[in-house]
C-alpha cells in the first residue's frame, strides 16, 4: 500500500525566510502533485511533477522531484504572508492509476 | 473558480439518515474522484469514475455507493450514517493522464 508522509506538519515561519516541505513516499510513482488548501476551502493545484529531477517554479514556491530517492521537495523562498496555507503532496499510483494519495499536509503560518 | 460544481454546500442530518452528493465536473473532464476529509484520517480517495464507468475504488464503506450519469455528472450516496461520517466530501474531476485533479468546493456534512 502506498504511503505518504510530509513534515514538518506544522510550520511557523517568519517573513523573509526560506523553508523547505519535505514529502516521502514508499512506493515507485512517477507522478507528484502538490496543492494548496485555504482554511475551510478548496484544493488548488500547484505544480505537477512527472519524472525524476522536474522542476518547477511558481513564485515564491519551488518544487522537485527525486524518484530513486522517492521524495518531493517544496522550497519557500522569501516567505510571505499570504503564502499562510495548508500544503498537501499528492502520489499518483499504489494499486489504481487515477487514485492519489496524499500526505498529512503541512500547515503554513507566515508571520510578520 | 475550478470549475468542479458540489451542491450542496453543507448538508445537516441525523444518524440512520440517507443523503446524496452532487458533482458535475470541469467541461470536457471525463474522470470524476470523489474524496473524504476528516481531522483525524486526512483526505482519502473513495472512488474514481470515468466516462460512466467505476475505474477504482479505495476505502470506500459498503454504505456509500456512487455512479457517473451519461451527462457526466456525478452522484455519491451515503446511507445509514453515522457521526464519524461527518466530514469534507470533494469531488475533483480532470482530464485523465498526468493532469491535475481539479476540487470541488466540497460538501460539508454534519450528522447530529
Known amino acids: 500500500e502506498l504511503k505518504v508522509e510530509q513534515n514538518p506538519l506544522f510550520l511557523s515561519m517568519q517573513e523573509g525566510k526560506n523553508y523547505t516541505i519535505y514529502c516521502n513516499y514508499s512506493?515507485?510513482?512517477?507522478?507528484l502533485y502538490w496543492y494548496r488548501q485555504d482554511p475551510g476551502k478548496s484544493l488548488e493545484s500547484l505544480f505537477v511533477?512527472?519524472?525524476?529531477?522536474a522542476v518547477k517554479q511558481e513564485g515564491r514556491l519551488m518544487a522537485s522531484l527525486d524518484t530513486k530517492a522517492r521524495l518531493s521537495t517544496l522550497h519557500i523562498t522569501a516567505a510571505v504572508h499570504d503564502l499562510s496555507a495548508t500544503y498537501f503532496c499528492?502520489?499518483?499510483?499504489?494499486?489504481?492509476?487515477?487514485?492519489?494519495?496524499f500526505g498529512q499536509g503541512t500547515i503554513l503560518t507566515v508571520h510578520p | 473558480d475550478s470549475g468542479v460544481t458540489q451542491t450542496p454546500k453543507h448538508l445537516i442530518t441525523a444518524t440512520g439518515q440517507r443523503v446524496t452528493l452532487r458533482c458535475s465536473p470541469r467541461?470536457?473532464?471525463?474522470?470524476v474522484y470523489w474524496y473524504q476529509q476528516s481531522l483525524d484520517q486526512g483526505l482519502q480517495f473513495l472512488i474514481q469514475?470515468?466516462?460512466?464507468?467505476?475505474?477504482a475504488k479505495g476505502n470506500i464503506l459498503e454504505r456509500f455507493s456512487a455512479q457517473q450519469f451519461p451527462d457526466l455528472h456525478s452522484e455519491l450516496n451515503l446511507s445509514s450514517l453515522e457521526l464519524g461520517d461527518s466530514a469534507l466530501y470533494f469531488c475533483?474531476?480532470?482530464?485523465?493522464?498526468?493532469?491535475?485533479?481539479?476540487f470541488g468546493d466540497g460538501t460539508r456534512l454534519s450528522i447530529l
Open positions: 511533477l512527472l519524472s525524476n529531477g
Open positions: 469514475y470515468y466516462n460512466g464507468e467505476e475505474r
Open positions: 467541461s470536457g473532464d471525463l474522470s
Open positions: 499528492a502520489v499518483a499510483g499504489g494499486t489504481s492509476y487515477g487514485k492519489l494519495t
Open positions: 512506493t515507485t510513482s512517477d507522478r
Open positions: 475533483a474531476s480532470s482530464r485523465g493522464g498526468n493532469q491535475p485533479q481539479h
